[in-house]
T-cell receptor
Framework: QQQVKQSPQSLIVQKGGISIINCAYE??????FPWYQQFPGKGPALLIA?????SEKKEGRFTISFNKSAKQFSLHIMDSQPGDSATYFC???????????FGAGTTVTVRA | DTGVSQNPRHKITKRGQNVTFRCDPI?????LYWYRQTLGQGPEFLTY????????KSRLLSDRFSAERPKGSFSTLEIQRTEQGDSAMYLC?????????????FGPGTRLTVT
């Protein structure tokens, strides 16, 4: 039973474009939502994270939008670059139960 | 390199053999996690330690799997009598328990292939 559902499975964007990845969750006890970036053959790298007390968090070209009532959150990659081509995972966890529940991943390809 | 390290990076074994993987967390981190990732999927939680205590094990962790973290430093994950279904990337992560701090940092993983 996947606790975090992620879409799309893959996307292709032109250099300079915006990549948008969406995630939805059911467990309202989740209170921490990170995004990880993974390149082939490497471990996931923490990209950006948000807690439900804010609706948006921006770090450089990466922005998380969070909608608590809809139980959804999304990652926006602005001005996408070929080096952003990777698989992105959303995840969620809760206080006192720190294990991460991951989405299935989105493979992003940025065309030059 | 002060990140999480894992050894070996790749392991090929025959079905029925035992394998052991090692994880060295970031030095000041007191929580250590093991996850398993199969092709095209997100990592799945296996178990985690706070210092040397193993606090939770997933139902994915059958009795063929055992993990230890002696002295609260490095950790080992052993799989006995490997099966082809054990083929996966085994990921280790560590975090620092400080208030609500959740940030987990992953190692490069150990790719296991069971033939």
């Amino acid at each position: 039973q996947q606790q975090v559902k992620q879409s799309p499975q893959s996307l292709i964007v032109q250099k300079g474009g915006i990549s948008i990845i969406n995630c939805a969750y059911e467990n309202t006890a989740f209170d921490y939502f990170p995004w990880y970036q993974q390149f082939p053959g490497k471990g996931p790298a923490l990209l950006i994270a948000i807690r439900p007390d804010v609706s948006e968090k921006k770090e450089g070209r990466f922005t998380i939008s969070f909608n608590k009532s809809a139980k959804q959150f999304s990652l926006h990659i602005m001005d996408s670059q070929p080096g952003d081509s990777a698989t992105y995972f959303c995840a969620a966890s809760m206080t006192n139960d720190y294990k991460l529940s991951f989405g299935a991943g989105t493979t992003v390809t940025v065309r030059a | 390199d002060t990140g999480v390290s894992q050894n070996p990076r790749h392991k090929i074994t025959k079905r029925g053999q035992n394998v052991t993987f090692r994880c060295d967390p970031i030095s000041e981190h007191n929580r250590l996690y093991w996850y398993r990732q199969t092709l095209g999927q997100g990592p799945e939680f296996l178990t985690y330690f706070q210092n040397e205590a193993q606090l939770e094990k997933s139902r994915l962790l059958s009795d063929r799997f055992s993990a230890e973290r002696p002295k609260g430093s490095f950790s080992t994950l052993e799989i006995q009598r490997t099966e082809q279904g054990d083929s996966a990337m085994y990921l280790c992560a560590s975090s620092l328990r400080a208030g609500l701090h959740h940030e987990q940092y992953f190692g490069p993983g150990t790719r296991l292939t069971v033939t």
